[in-house]
């Protein structure tokens, strides 16, 4: 059974840090880029940050650059987002997504979301 499973969201007051983690399982998680998507209340979902099967590319949506941090562990199936000087507008649901281009065709694989809530 194919799951991704978020964690690590919680309340936090402006300028602080948490640590997502998402945890894959079911699937070759080694050959899927990782993404991090967020749908803050009343806002369409957005690309936050993302990164290569090796780990070795990353990119980040402009709002967040020099203030998050994706990586991936391939060896414990799991990518991280470590998010540092925290906005109220970061508050959101955060999304882990693992894509793979197939031959023929596209894999998407979404977990459930975990709840961010910056304070200010």
């Known amino acids: 059974q194919v799951q991704l499973v978020e964690s690590g969201g919680s309340l936090v007051q402006s300028g602080g840090s948490l640590r997502l983690s998402c945890a894959a399982s079911?699937?070759?998680?080694?050959?899927?880029?990782a993404i991090w998507y967020r749908q803050g209340p009343g806002k369409e979902r957005e690309l936050v940050a993302g990164?290569?099967?090796?780990?070795?590319?990353?990119n980040y949506a402009d709002s967040v650059k020099g203030r998050f941090t994706i990586s991936r562990d391939n060896a414990k199936n799991t990518v991280y987002l470590q998010m540092n000087s925290l906005k109220p507008e970061d508050t959101a649901v955060y999304y882990c997504?693992?894509?793979?281009?197939?031959?023929?065709?596209?894999?998407?694989?979404w977990g459930q979301g975990t709840q961010v809530t910056v304070s200010s």
């Open positions: 990164i290569s099967v090796s780990g070795e590319s990353t």
């Open positions: 997504n693992a894509h793979a281009r197939l031959v023929f065709r596209e894999v998407d694989y």
């Open positions: 079911g699937f070759t998680f080694s050959r899927y880029a």
